[in-house]
């Protein structure tokens, strides 16, 4: 009953939503930095970042808006800080991976529901799907890469990390986030 | 943990070029680097790269880290997958044509073949030509663009002001959340968590970040509602946005903007309308194999 009265505005962009997107975003940064050392030798420079569940749980629990921020904006800044230089199309894909699991946030409403958790690992699934296939599609324009290097240097080895991370730290995250909301009464 | 950004003034032509401009011009590189295959238009995109990137004055030393991704990224697609596999080259360069060691050669006392053809070849060198012309113009942005521009940039470039503003924000909020991730490192490290620990199976090695991720979300998260009331009380959105870092269009901004859009249309057109966006070999290149 609560759920049906109390509807999200999954699209609304406010000061909260700027803060929570800017922090996203910064925190993204810092922890894809922070965990810049694990990289995965000759698959296209992907690496291993337990930080993509940041844009991945801010989507859930702040809308495709802010998801789509953190993940756009957090991984250019990532990329500022490691050295990386600008790759609009991957941050682009970082987005979606943010962007697909607010879209989910409609649906969700307590974070620790076993039915919200496993929404939230489908949209990791779907988010890491979409955005890591823009991203890695993009290379058969950008570099002239054929089908087959995309699949199997870019997009396989970022696709499986960012949903091993995804698959068992957000349910972790939304735990955590549902003690705060419960604690103070957001 | 201290975060410092890599773009410092380095009093170089590129600093004074205004970051739209900047911005303008390698998305033109970008578009018309892929518009096309052909050797000669892939060769004049990638000299203007390489004369672009030297008004940024930068050291190898700066960009040491970008290069070596780069190198990773090229290695994978263009020796191992259009040179060894040959995968690389499919779509683009038509099938067959002449062999590079038509009679094979000798390695190690025992006789090989290797089908790697002369078309194929060409196809690495101007896939080479394309990805550096692209890379070129983008692994400088963050050495060479001070990070203040960002925000203000993207405004005057069409986004939404709050979005430049949330772009704004995050920069600021860096170092206070490396600051943070540091101090939670510590405290988790002062009751023995072992990031790095060899023990226990694979997802238990990945749960293993979570006392890590969680305490520094959680925080970021709770101390956002103080800022975002901050900024409500201070009326924040009520008003166009005036930004504290001003840009401000030269006669030479307006001619690189030009010379962009020049340069894309007659990329375009050479390509779209003149025939000349497909692949081919310069004739000088087969006589290199004869």
Redesign the interface.
Known sequence: MENTQNKKKIWA????Q??????????Y???T??FNVWQI?????VGIR??I??PM?FGI?FGPIVGF?TGF??NI?A??????????WWDLGNGIIGLIPGLFSALIYKYNETKSILLGELSVILGSAVGMGVASLSEL?????????VIF?NFLPAFLTNI??GL??LP??MI??AA?VQR?GR | ?L?S??YRYRNSPLDQIDPRARFIF?FAI?FAA?AT?NPNILFGVFVLSVIWYSLGKLSWK?????WM??S??L???IV??TIITG??????VPPGGQLVFPNGFKLFGRHLTFGLTVERLW?AV??LM??LS??LV??????TMD?RAYGVTFSKLGLPD??A???E??????P???RN?QVTLDAQRARGFELDAGRGNF?QK??R??PL??P???N??????D??NA??LRG??QQKRTWLYELKFHWWDWAIIAFSALLLAAVLLLAFRFGMRLFSVPRWWYGLFA
Do not use: C
């Open positions: 962009f406010g000061t909260n700027v803060v929570y997107a800017a922090i996203g975003a910064a925190l940064a810092v922890v930095w922070a030798p000759g698959a296209g420079n337990p930080a569940v940041i749980f629990a921020i904006v957090g800044l990329d500022m800080l490691s050295g990386y230089g600008f790759w609009i324009w950008v570099s002239g890469a054929d089908m087959h290097t240097a091993i991370w068992i730290l972790v995250l955590a986030y705060i103070s | 943990m975060v950004w890599n390698s970008l892929t295959w700066d960009t040491k880290l970008g991704m780069i990773i990224m290695f994978t697609m191992v997958n995968g690389g080259a499919g779509g683009v196809f101007a896939q394309r990805i692209i890379s983008f692994i400088m942005i963050p050495y990070s709050r979005l503003y949330t772009m924000l995050s920069f600021r909020f860096i206070t959340l490396a991730f997802v990945i749960r970040v979570a991720i969680i520094v979300t959680m970021a998260i709770v101390s956002s509602e800022i975002a900024m409500d924040f959105g």
